[in-house]
């Protein structure tokens, strides 16, 4: 009897261990879940950020909020990642809103955003550069709005509405994970909160250093990293005066790589 016991337990053991290999096997990555934003000059625009994933890790939903008005955009993609639609839904004390982002893709290339209220539809269509990675809204006007990115996916300058944005990056990891193609989601955050949201922190892949709009206010970044080496904090300072612009927290989840 004893003896059958010793093989029960070595038998127990080896599944227990078994197991244990293969958790230690399993890939995981942390992935953003969370922005708590604070701007000292404006408490009406301090809000918080939530990111959900489906089950392939791309960002399913994203929802920021503050104290007089709630966002919601939910994303939907196709067999080849790519986002094909983004429905907003905006609620504030004026009532609700919901904006729906139809994105037709070339080759892979986003050429064609049509935005649309059940009323009507106001399609958006871009010229794709591929030297410069450049997409361009076409337009009449000499100064169409435009977005540059870096080999990254990460955005590098963009000139939206009058607005003219730049942005630097070091080889860091940011503080989003795998978010290629991300343009539509861009989009829809400068069409429906501008800077309410400070554009989700711009779905960046790696570290932002430096930020300038308008080519007169110039930005610097000091970052806190956790013990796991992820960004846990960001304060956003004026590089003239020194003053904080905004400060943000930022919150993760483990999730297994596929």
Do not use: W
């Not at 939903?61 to 196709?78: A, K, L, P, R």
């Not at 450049?134 to 009449?140: A, G, L, N, W």
């Not at 300058?157 to 990056?169: C, I, K, Q």
Request: aromatic share 14%.
């Amino acid at each position: 009897m004893k003896k059958i016991n010793k093989i029960t337990i070595l038998i127990i053991s080896f599944f227990i261990f078994s197991c244990n290999n293969d958790d230690d096997q399993v890939s995981k990555e942390y992935f953003l879940t969370k922005i708590t934003t604070t701007l000292p000059s404006s408490t009406t625009s301090s809000g918080t950020t939530n990111i959900q994933y489906d089950s392939k890790n791309r960002i399913s939903q994203f929802s920021y909020q503050n104290v007089s008005q709630t966002y919601i955009f939910e994303v939907d993609y196709n067999t080849e990642n790519l986002i094909t639609s983004i429905i907003s839904t905006k609620t504030s004390s004026t009532g609700t809103n919901i904006l729906t982002f139809n994105c037709t893709y070339t080759n892979a290339i986003l050429s064609q955003i049509i935005i649309s209220n059940g009323a009507a539809a106001i399609p958006y269509n871009f010229i794709y550069d591929n030297a410069s990675n450049k997409y361009t809204i076409e337009s009449t006007s000499t100064t169409p709005d435009y977005y540059k990115y870096d080999s990254n996916e990460n955005i590098i300058e963009f000139y939206f509405s009058g607005l003219l944005a730049n942005f630097e990056y070091n080889n860091n990891k940011g503080i989003y994970n795998h978010t290629n193609n991300n343009l539509p989601l861009l989009f829809a955050n400068l069409v429906n909160m501008q800077e309410e949201s400070l554009y989700s922190y711009l779905f960046t892949n790696k570290e932002m250093t430096t930020m300038t709009f308008s080519l007169t206010n110039n930005f610097n970044s000091t970052i806190t990293r956790n013990e796991e080496n992820n960004i846990s904090e960001v304060e956003i300072k004026n590089t003239a005066s020194g003053e904080t612009v905004f400060s943000s927290t930022m919150d993760y989840e483990p999730r297994t790589i596929n």
